[in-house]
């Protein structure tokens, strides 16, 4: 059971316009699980955008949520997405420091059930926002990878799964058959903290339960890449790489685009009689070509 209180809703369009890209609104919800009240951030567009109807669910990396998160849903957003950035340690745990966050991240990791409830709260008020879960992808970054796979492995009808630096591990035996979601995971080689042992195991795992998957491994590239603020320093084991985040960024954008286009058909398409139906609903222009929304088969 989960419950859900909005806290404050504030619109902001000065901080969130983009020029020739949509406002949106940005509100602070909490919501609950049987035994824990969390605090995500919800950003939706207020006009139509090139990612109109596709959701967008991100899970924080070790240190909770922060501008990591909200700088990739205002992008999200920005296209037309309705994105909630999901809170999965708690309201009030925002750990000061690597160390405070290394602890939250180990805490989790723990208590797979509770990561399972809270992520799945947090998809359900996306979806209340009129988001189909079919049309969501979910983004995680470090552990927000693993809860990313783990609401995936509660059998949630998401349309892909995506893992950033992720920490890839099994957790709860024969659960990832339940994954119905094609997952996309992006890793440095150097990663410390997701070895080549760890990539095979779940490799392995998924190739046994039939899951549809991605490995992309970014050799050269350490743990956190994304994260400009990191330094370039891959001796530590945590250090941005630009090569490796352009290409992570445009592989999502695909993604996305796929959430979105499977109700829009190429204009061309539909007047060569290849179309499954030809009853218009909307139009919408991307790089050039038209795309037609028509209803489904």
């Given at each position: 059971?989960?419950?859900?209180?909005?806290?404050?809703?504030?619109?902001?369009?000065?901080?969130?316009?983009?020029?020739?890209?949509?406002?949106?609104?940005?509100?602070?919800?909490?919501?609950?699980?049987?035994?824990?009240?969390?605090?995500?951030?919800?950003?939706?567009?207020?006009?139509?955008?090139?990612?109109?109807?596709?959701?967008?669910?991100?899970?924080?990396?070790?240190?909770?949520?922060?501008?990591?998160?909200?700088?990739?849903?205002?992008?999200?957003?920005?296209?037309?997405?309705?994105?909630?950035?999901?809170?999965?340690?708690?309201?009030?745990?925002?750990?000061?420091?690597?160390?405070?966050?290394?602890?939250?991240?180990i805490r989790v990791r723990g208590a797979v059930p509770e990561l399972r409830s809270?992520?799945?709260?947090?998809?359900?008020?996306?979806?209340?926002?009129?988001?189909?879960?079919?049309?969501?992808?979910?983004?995680?970054?470090?552990?927000?990878?693993?809860?990313?796979?783990?609401?995936?492995?509660?059998?949630?009808?998401?349309?892909?799964?995506?893992?950033?630096?992720?920490?890839?591990?099994?957790?709860?035996?024969?659960?990832?058959?339940?994954?119905?979601?094609?997952?996309?995971?992006?890793?440095?080689?150097?990663?410390?903290?997701?070895?080549?042992?760890?990539?095979?195991?779940?490799?392995a795992e998924f190739d046994a339960q039939d899951v549809d998957y991605d490995l992309?491994?970014?050799?050269?590239?350490?743990?956190?890449?994304?994260?400009?603020?990191?330094?370039?320093?891959?001796?530590?084991?945590?250090?941005?790489?630009?090569?490796?985040?352009?290409?992570?960024?445009?592989?999502?954008?695909?993604i996305l685009q796929g959430l979105w286009k499977p109700n829009f058909l190429p204009?061309?398409?539909?007047?060569?009689?290849?179309?499954?139906?030809?009853?218009?609903?909307?139009?919408?222009?991307?790089?050039?070509?038209?795309?037609?929304?028509?209803?489904?088969?």
């Amino acid at each position: 059971m989960t419950f859900r209180k909005l806290a404050f809703a504030s619109l902001i369009p000065a901080a969130l316009t983009l020029i020739g890209a949509p406002v949106m609104a940005q509100q602070t919800i909490e919501y609950s699980t049987e035994t824990t009240t969390y605090e995500g951030t919800l950003f939706t567009p207020e006009n139509s955008g090139a990612l109109d109807d596709v959701g967008v669910l991100i899970a924080h990396d070790f240190l909770g949520p922060s501008e990591n998160q909200f700088s990739m849903a205002r992008n999200y957003a920005a296209q037309g997405a309705t994105v909630f950035v999901a809170d999965f340690y708690g309201k009030d745990v925002r750990p000061e420091g690597p160390e405070a966050a290394t602890a939250e991240a180990i805490r989790v990791r723990g208590a797979v059930p509770e990561l399972r409830s809270a992520m799945s709260a947090a998809l359900t008020e996306l979806t209340a926002q009129g988001v189909e879960a079919d049309r969501t992808a979910v983004i995680g970054t470090s552990v927000g990878g693993l809860a990313a796979l783990e609401l995936g492995c509660t059998g949630a009808g998401l349309g892909a799964i995506v893992v950033l630096w992720g920490v890839l591990e099994n957790t709860v035996a024969d659960t990832a058959q339940q994954i119905s979601a094609p997952v996309t995971m992006l890793q440095g080689d150097l990663d410390p903290l997701v070895p080549a042992e760890a990539r095979d195991s779940i490799a392995a795992e998924f190739d046994a339960q039939d899951v549809d998957y991605d490995l992309q491994v970014f050799e050269g590239v350490a743990h956190a890449y994304t994260l400009a603020f990191m330094g370039t320093d891959t001796s530590s084991g945590f250090a941005y790489d630009e090569a490796a985040t352009e290409a992570s960024l445009a592989r999502i954008d695909a993604i996305l685009q796929g959430l979105w286009k499977p109700n829009f058909l190429p204009r061309s398409l539909i007047e060569a009689g290849n179309a499954c139906s030809t009853t218009l609903i909307g139009c919408r222009t991307i790089q050039g070509e038209k795309y037609l929304s028509v209803n489904h088969c």
